[in-house]
């Protein structure tokens, strides 16, 4: 099956800092990615979908400045979390869709910890 | 905008026995996508059984299977024989067609019993 790979795992950063997170579809192309946040003990909520080529869109309520994402490929996402506080501590999920768009597969999902 | 319901927080039930697990969800599409995802301790989202609105027939995945009522808008999961593997939290999710955006309930904690 379809694999999306994640990266980090998890994260601590300082808080002010920036980190950036990976998600990658190792044996598909995917124009499409979406990036999910998840709090603990929560389900997952949608934050933006990523589009290759082109800006991403946010879901309401989600800070375009603070959670930038860069789809520059047809393989890769990038969340990047600036200047993060610890506000922002949670369980990052990415997903891409198969070809079909009938599945949806999951990156491993990033902790991040900011302190 | 679409809503998914798991009314059920949590669940407990022995090995071996059958459990079932409840969705309710809100739309006003005909044709969508639901399913039903497993997140273990490990937290990677694992898909356990999908179903399109406009197949009658309810979906089956070796132990697993659904009971779709497209009137009702209710999607239950119902894991048989169930193992100590089967620990997680399940999500019930919806998907307009083609629109690969997926709108997950609050989740079950399934706990299987020794």
């Known amino acids: 099956g379809a694999v999306v790979s994640q990266h980090p795992s998890w994260v601590i950063c300082k808080s002010g800092t920036s980190v950036k997170i990976e998600c990658r579809s190792l044996d598909f192309q995917a124009t499409t990615m979406f990036w999910y946040r998840q709090f603990p003990k929560q389900s997952l909520m949608l934050m933006a979908t990523s589009n290759e080529g082109s800006k991403a869109t946010y879901e309401q309520g989600v800070e375009k400045d603070k959670f930038l994402i860069n789809h520059a490929s047809l393989t890769l996402s990038t969340l990047t979390v600036t200047s993060a506080h610890p506000e922002d501590s949670s369980f990052y999920i990415c997903?891409?869709?198969?070809?079909?768009?009938?599945?949806?597969?999951f990156g491993q999902g990033t902790r991040l910890t900011v302190v | 905008a679409q809503t998914v319901t798991q009314s059920q927080p949590e669940m407990s039930v022995q090995e071996a026995e059958t459990v079932t697990l409840s969705c309710t969800y809100d739309?006003?599409?005909?044709?969508?996508?639901l399913f039903w995802y497993k997140q273990p301790p490990s937290r990677q989202m694992i898909l356990v059984i999908r179903?399109?609105?406009?197949?009658?027939q309810n979906a089956t995945e070796n132990r697993f299977s659904v009971n779709f009522q497209k009137a009702a808008k209710s999607f239950s999961l119902k894991i048989s024989d169930s193992q100590l593997g089967d620990t997680a939290m399940y999500f019930c999710?919806?998907?307009?067609?083609?629109?690969?955006?997926?709108?997950f309930g609050q989740g079950t904690r399934l706990t299987i019993n020794p």
């Open positions: 179903q399109e609105a406009y197949k009658q």
């Open positions: 997903s891409a869709p198969t070809r079909g768009w009938t599945e949806a597969f």
């Open positions: 999710a919806f998907m307009k067609l083609r629109a690969q955006k997926l709108v």
């Open positions: 739309t006003s599409e005909n044709n969508y996508y």
